[in-house]
Structures are given as C-alpha cells and as structure tokens.
C-alpha cells in the first residue's frame, strides 16, 4: 500500500497552495528516484556531513538567500540540531517514495511569507524560483563533490545521469522549472557564473564558516565549556580545511582564501583516505536513517507503507518556534 499522491489542490499560476505537491511546477506528480538511481548511492551518507560548512556557506552566498537567512532563521542560536534534522525532510525528497512529492511540498512551504528587504535595499522572497533553485543546486553539487572527492570519482556519463536525477529530484517541490539549466553543460556554465558573478561575500556565509559561536548540541550538555572550546578549535581548523579546498577557484578568491599546491594533494588524499575507510564500513551504518529506512522498504525488509523516519526529539527546534509552520518539527 502506498500514499494517495494524486493531485487535488487547486493551484493558479506562479502561486504555492500550502500543504499541495505541486504550485506550478508540474501538471501531475513525477515519479520519484528509486534505488537504482545514482542519487540513492552518493546522497545521505554520513559523509555528507564533511560538506556541511561548504554547503550552507555556498547557499548563503546568494544575495537573496543570505538575506532571508540573516532576517528570518534561527540557524546560528541552534546550530547542530538545525543541520541534523534538516537532513530528515532534504532526504525524505529524495527517499520516500511515492510520498517525495508530499515531503517536497513540505519543504516548499516553510519558506512561506519568509520574504523582505536586505541591507542595501533590495528585495528578496525565498520561494523567488531562481533563489530556491539556487539551494537545490548546491544539494546537487554536493552530491557531485560526495562521488568525486569521497566516492572514488565520476565517469562524464555518469555526471550526465546525475544531472538528469537532479531534474527529477527538483520537481518533487513543485516549484517553476524555470531556473533549471537544460543540459549537463548548462549547469556547469550556470555554475561557473553564479560562483563569478552572483554569489557575494556576506554576513551569513561568513557566519557558517566562523564556528567559534557554534553552542553545544544539547546532548553534549555534559561536556565542560573548557572542553567544548577546545573541540570547536579543532574543528574550525578541520573544516577550513575541507571546506575551503572544495571552493571554486573564484570563490576562494571571493572569500579571501588561498590554496596551495601541497592543500590540494592533501584534500585529495584525505578524500581517498576516507573512501577507502567506507568501502569496508557496512553499507548500511554509512546511511542516513531517512535513507536507511528507504532502503529496507525498496527492498521489503519494511512494508512499502511504513511511516517515514523522523527526526529525534534532541535535535527538535527551541520549545517556542515548534509550533511556527517555517520550521520542521515533528511530533516525536
């Protein structure tokens, strides 16, 4: 048994109708990724987690979108818990199913009413198609990056395949396909002039790579403050490492940031290194639940119909934006 996914909200052009599959991006429900696609193997990995600072610096470097996060989230005041459960409806696009399209509408519409007017005075909507496509197409890259970098590297084929998923996986929200490039060769130069002429070095890209202020995860409570500085130290010089060596050239030099010969060989090697580690690591102790569980029902280990996996009670929004429809929070 699975969801009834049939498109029953009225919706007008260039609209979002809450709660809906689709507000314009589609005339009926696409079909979801399945495990046969490459999307299933390189996204939702652990690993995935070594992009994090790469990834929400990258998406904040757009204008608008770095606005909207400046104006409107509660990223900075809860750091892990917000990466951590993000992670639970971003995959379920991409994992559940027949019920995709469900989980993309949902995402779609917490970005409802998050709209404004930056500090140089120019306006901004996050459901702007070209600011939320802008987001998607990092997701994307980061799946690039996870098979090149982590995975052993891609075949030209086989980033075409990627493309072509990304497409799919983009439709599950409804949203106008206006932005998406045509071709595997339209990303790339898409790409290239985002990271050249777009994307800006501002307050909340800055904020995602400076984690001197990151809080404590809530199950970290018991970790002495002295301790806990001592931990994100380490990690501030580890991640300006991964990170930056994952920039684009031209966003190296945007940010300020320089790149040796020898940086790269060993960004390359600690990419290998980490490879070779999951190659004999069980497949399934690498997957994030959300995908884990996607598995097990692909491959009837748990009724097609199972309720989806979602986030624990640890990683939850503070007690008082539960209740906001902008945050993901399940009743768990």
């Given at each position: 048994?699975?969801?009834?996914t049939?498109?029953?909200?009225?919706?007008?052009?260039?609209?979002?109708?809450?709660?809906?599959?689709?507000?314009?991006?589609?005339?009926?429900?696409?079909?979801?990724?399945g495990?046969e696609?490459?999307?299933?193997?390189?996204?939702?990995?652990?690993?995935?987690?070594?992009?994090?600072?790469?990834?929400?610096?990258?998406?904040?470097?757009?204008?608008?979108?770095?606005?909207a996060?400046?104006?409107?989230?509660?990223?900075?005041?809860?750091?892990?818990?917000?990466?951590?459960?993000?992670?639970?409806?971003?995959?379920?696009?991409v994992?559940?199913?027949?019920?995709?399209?469900?989980?993309?509408?949902?995402?779609?519409?917490?970005?409802i009413?998050?709209?404004g007017?930056?500090?140089?005075?120019?306006?901004?909507?996050?459901l702007?198609?070209?600011?939320?496509?802008?987001a998607?197409?990092?997701?994307?890259?980061?799946?690039?990056?996870?098979?090149?970098?982590?995975?052993?590297g891609?075949?030209?084929?086989?980033?075409?395949?990627?493309?072509?998923?990304?497409?799919?996986?983009?439709?599950?929200?409804?949203?106008?396909?206006?932005?998406?490039?045509?071709?595997?060769?339209?990303?790339?130069?898409?790409?290239?002039?985002?990271?050249?002429?777009?994307?800006?070095?501002?307050?909340?890209?800055?904020?995602?790579?400076?984690?001197?202020?990151?809080p404590?995860?809530?199950?970290?409570?018991?970790?002495?403050?002295?301790?806990w500085?001592?931990?994100?130290?380490?990690m501030?010089?580890?991640?300006?490492?991964?990170?930056?060596?994952?920039?684009?050239?031209?966003?190296?030099?945007?940010?300020?940031?320089?790149?040796?010969?020898?940086?790269?060989?060993?960004?390359?090697?600690?990419?290998?290194?980490?490879?070779?580690?999951?190659?004999?690591?069980?497949?399934?102790?690498?997957?994030?639940?959300?995908?884990?569980?996607?598995?097990?029902?692909?491959?009837?280990?748990?009724?097609?119909?199972?309720?989806?996996?979602?986030?624990?009670?640890?990683?939850?929004?503070?007690?008082?934006?539960?209740?906001?429809?902008?945050?993901?929070?399940?009743?768990?």
């Open positions: 048994m699975t969801q009834d049939s498109v029953s909200c009225p919706v007008t052009s260039g609209s979002v109708a809450a709660g809906c599959p689709v507000a314009g991006g589609y005339d009926d429900v696409p079909a979801p990724l495990p696609s490459l999307t299933w193997k390189y996204f939702g990995q652990w690993t995935g987690m070594l992009q994090g600072p790469w990834a929400g610096s990258m998406q904040n470097m757009h204008p608008q979108l770095g606005a996060v400046q104006q409107h989230s509660i990223f900075f005041l809860e750091r892990m818990p917000r990466l951590f459960r993000s992670v639970y409806p971003i995959g379920g696009v994992f559940d199913g027949d019920r995709a399209p469900k989980t993309g509408a949902e995402v779609r519409d917490y970005h009413g998050i709209k007017v930056d500090d140089q005075g120019r306006r901004y909507s996050a702007n198609p070209e600011v939320f496509y802008w998607h197409a990092t997701f994307f890259k980061s799946t690039l990056l996870a098979a090149e970098w982590l995975g052993g891609l075949t030209e084929a086989q980033k075409r395949q990627l493309f072509d998923e990304h497409v799919t996986w983009y439709r599950m929200y409804g949203m106008s396909m206006r932005p998406v490039p045509a071709s595997w060769e339209d990303f790339e130069r898409y790409w290239d002039h985002m990271c050249r002429n777009v994307l800006e070095d501002n307050w909340a890209a800055r904020e995602v790579l400076d984690l001197s202020t990151m404590k995860h809530p199950s970290l409570d018991w970790m002495p403050d002295w301790l500085r001592l931990n994100v130290a380490g501030q010089r580890f991640f300006d490492f991964t990170t930056v060596g994952l920039f684009d050239p031209a966003v190296r030099e945007l940010m300020g940031y320089s790149w040796s010969p020898r940086q790269e060989r060993l960004h390359r090697l600690f990419g290998a290194a980490v490879h070779q580690v999951t190659r004999v690591l069980p497949r399934r102790l690498l997957m994030h639940p959300r995908k884990r569980s996607a598995w097990d029902r692909a491959h009837g280990r748990l009724p097609a119909d199972s309720p989806l996996v979602e986030t624990p009670a640890r990683n939850l929004p503070p007690v008082e934006y539960r209740d906001d429809p902008h945050f993901y929070s399940p009743k768990v």
